[in-house]
């Protein structure tokens, strides 16, 4: 039987943290043995708010290069650029001709983005350009955090809408967002997420932070008052959002954690969970630093001249089925 299609995309913006990590790309790295796994660098979403090329030139490959060191392994999965296989932006065009911009108007990361960006026509069709990546796969799995739920809602929807008019060409395509972990908090503010583009470093954990930083990040974290490590989202966002990271890294579960720290001080409490994150990046750090850029770029180069032969595929059957 041939293997179901899983893709997902990480946007080369750098300051790829812990969220990215628990939300996604660790579920990327075990969808890999069930699943046909296609993975991409999505760096024609990233230019949609203000960048230097050169800026885009040195991340796009540090994005890469740490896709393969937390264990994307092209042996078993098509890694490559966004912007290597034309065939995505094309069929982004198609849709945007059955998106309604009711839609679109809707999308609270456009409202979010565009606050801080301003306004432009990319960031305004960013959901469909997603929904293209996906699409021109006909993948059957996405994963990704939890806000990304909006945008696959559209994708679906996509999905639905051209098999209807058209005729059947699409999948429907499932999201697979973990349990614990799909929105890993700011350490300084955990009532918002985690997020790449938080000027306050101390916001959140990178992949590649070296111990004493992650140490010094998370000793920094804000806690809540009370003294009790408790996990309750509502009343103590601080101590929970510790206790997911330290679940997701140590793999035990919250109530287990609960019981152990209860008593403890938040110090005692906030270093165990430093140990676990370290302890659980140190690997990816050191697979990181090993991988040497012009290897990573001739990588990346071999994955889309195959990623550009299946989706050609998909693009030729949707172009006669429009009547192109
Ligand atoms: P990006 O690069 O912004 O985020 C990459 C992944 O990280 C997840 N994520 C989080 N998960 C938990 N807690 C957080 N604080 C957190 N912050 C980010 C995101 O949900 C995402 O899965 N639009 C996508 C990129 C994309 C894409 C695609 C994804 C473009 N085309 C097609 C899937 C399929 C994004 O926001 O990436």
């Not at 350009?129 to 699409?135: E, F, G, P, V």
Request: proline share 5%.
């Amino acid at each position: 039987m041939e293997r179901k299609v899983v893709f997902s995309g990480l946007q080369p913006t750098g300051n790829i943290h812990i969220g990215n990590y628990l939300g996604a790309l660790r579920n990327w790295v075990l969808l890999q043995d069930d699943y046909d796994a296609i993975y991409c660098v999505v760096d024609l979403h990233a230019i949609t708010v203000p960048y230097e090329p050169e800026d885009l030139r040195r991340d796009r490959v540090e994005t890469a290069k740490l896709l393969l060191a937390i264990g994307i392994d092209p042996e078993r999965s098509l890694l490559y650029y966004q912007s290597q296989v034309r065939q995505h932006v094309e069929l982004a065009w198609l849709l945007a001709t059955l998106t309604p911009l009711g839609v679109l108007n809707r999308m609270t990361q456009f409202k979010e983005k565009s606050d801080k960006a301003g306004r432009n026509l990319g960031l305004y069709a960013y959901p469909v350009l997603m929904a293209a990546d996906i699409m021109v796969h006909k993948a059957h799995a996405v994963p990704v955090g939890e806000d990304q739920t909006q945008h696959l809602e559209v994708t679906r929807d996509l999905a639905e809408k051209f098999n209807n008019r058209f005729g059947e060409e699409f999948p429907v395509p499932e999201q697979i967002t973990p349990k614990v972990g799909a929105r890993v908090m700011s350490l300084q503010d955990p009532t918002s997420k985690m997020s790449k583009t938080d000027p306050d470093a101390r916001s959140k954990v990178l992949l590649v932070d070296p111990p004493q930083v992650i140490r010094k990040k998370i000793r920094s974290a804000v806690t809540d008052s009370g003294h009790e490590i408790e996990y309750d989202r509502e009343k103590k966002p601080g101590v929970s959002n510790l206790l997911e990271i330290m679940s997701q890294f140590t793999g035990r579960s919250i109530d287990d954690l609960v019981a152990e720290y209860h008593d403890t001080l938040y110090g005692h409490f906030k270093d165990a969970v430093a140990d676990a994150v370290i302890e659980g990046l140190a690997p990816i750090r050191d697979a990181y630093t090993a991988l040497a850029d012009a290897d990573v770029e001739a990588l990346m180069l071999d994955g889309a001249k195959v990623a550009r032969e299946r989706a050609e595929d998909s693009m030729a059957s949707v172009r006669a089925k429009m009547g192109f």
